[in-house]
């Protein structure tokens, strides 16, 4: 990613944060938008489309994405202080809401949740980010929008790059965490 790319989505995220988004009525457009495919929802554009002039349309879904899950978000919400990956928010959700599973089962409900969000193709991906967002806000877990931003680009690439980094940041350690609970 280039600088002039981290800084306009940098730039746009802060919009979304500081700006139109505290208008009574801004925040219920972006978050009914999510109900639609990205950037079908006229509502939401005079909102969006001001801060990504230039972007190639196709690319154009991930933007409108982001900022119907920013709709999700308390007016009172503040940004992580350091870079967070999303793997790492969905693994503190998990350890927030489900830390052991229940007895016989292997995977508790936020593990499958976020399996399925990693195996989720484009035209899903904002249905599952809908709800595992709205599970994260609830349990205020960090949230990097900038950085989310960013690896939607590579969504659909078909090494699945972003998928297997969040995978790989999800189940970091679990393997030591497990013994350790099991030598409790």
Do not use: C, N
């Not at 006229?42 to 920013?70: C, K, N, Q, T």
């Not at 995977?107 to 599970?135: C, K, N, S, W, Y």
């Amino acid at each position: 990613m280039t600088t002039d790319q981290l800084t306009r989505e940098a730039r746009f995220v802060e919009a979304m944060l500081t700006g139109d988004r505290h208008v009574p009525g801004v925040r219920a457009a972006l978050r009914r938008s999510l109900a639609m495919p990205p950037g079908a929802d006229a509502r939401v554009h005079p909102i969006v489309y001001p801060w990504i002039s230039g972007v190639p349309e196709p690319d154009e879904w991930r933007w409108f994405l982001v900022a119907g899950l920013m709709g999700l978000l308390p007016g009172e919400w503040r940004p992580p202080l350091q870079p967070v990956g999303f793997g790492v928010s969905a693994r503190e959700l998990k350890q927030k809401r489900d830390p052991k599973p229940a007895e016989g089962d292997r995977t508790g409900p936020t593990e499958r949740r976020f399996v399925a969000l990693l195996d989720a193709d484009q035209d899903e991906l904002p249905h599952h980010m809908r709800h595992i967002l709205r599970l994260m806000i609830g349990a205020e877990v960090r949230i990097d929008f900038i950085r989310l931003l960013g690896d939607l680009r590579w969504w659909s690439h078909p090494e699945r790059r972003v998928q297997r980094r969040w995978a790989r940041d999800f189940w970091a350690g679990t393997a030591e965490d497990q013994q350790k609970g099991d030598e409790e």
